[in-house]
């Protein structure tokens, strides 16, 4: 199959392109940016003009649409929120308005990945020794490990039957705590410090902190009746597999 994806060079994107290019499948990437990589043609598109290459839909039969500007990127101010909200609607939009095709809606939990995302943000102190829960630690944590996620991906597009919307998420969801003890430890690291006040993380992080402190207790049961099988279904599996 030949697959089109929007947002190829950030975490998921990359994850997914990598095991494209090992089954030998044929990747293009549409791109707003000069981002190139062996293996995969790249084309141009802009959301705010709505202008895109159409030849990035030559013989293509998969469409992966990832792009938008990083939740955690940078502090929300009025101007971040207005780019990341924009930045995947008028993308979205721009695709819908070019195409008439089966959608697969996959709503991602939190990705653990070496490469990025909450391990090299949100958990970084871990690797110095200086892991600590946040806010309460009592709050869920619904997560999925990088390489079930990519799987998770090739999976919808290759199942006809898959229509809607489905979660990204692993099995067996975790507390706030267990998840930064189960880092540390797979790290070799201490796990005694106390947990990380509310009012320093909203310091921290601005608005953004909600969303750090927000219980997301998800259920992956629609996927699993889909019959996808994920790899890493326990936190502790998972993480050693990350850092070992």
Sequence with gaps: MKYLITGGSGLIGSAITKLLLE??????WLTSSKKNKIGVKSFNWN?????????????VDVIIHLAGAGIADKKWTVNRKK???DSRIKSTQLLFETLGIR????????????????LKSVAAPAKYGLAAAL???????SWIHISDMAHLFLFASK??????????VAPNPVTN???????AKALNRPFFLP?????????????MAAVILMSQNISSEKIEKANFKFEFEDIKDALENIYK
Excluded: H, W
């Design 177 to 183: 705590y267990e998840i930064t003890k189960q880092i």
């Design 23 to 28: 089954k030998n499948e044929d990747v293009n």
């Design 195 to 207: 947990n990380i006040p509310a009012f320093l993380l909203k310091i921290a992080f601005g608005e």
């Design 47 to 59: 959301i705010y003009t709505n202008q895109i290459d159409e030849n990035c839909f030559q013989d």
């Design 135 to 141: 806010g309460n630690g009592k709050m869920i944590t």
């Design 83 to 85: 780019e990341l909200i």
């Design 103 to 118: 959608v697969v809606k996959i709503r991602t939990g939190i990705v653990l990945s070496k490469d990025g995302g909450y």
């Design 159 to 168: 199942n006809e039957k898959m229509k809607g919307v489905y979660n990204g």
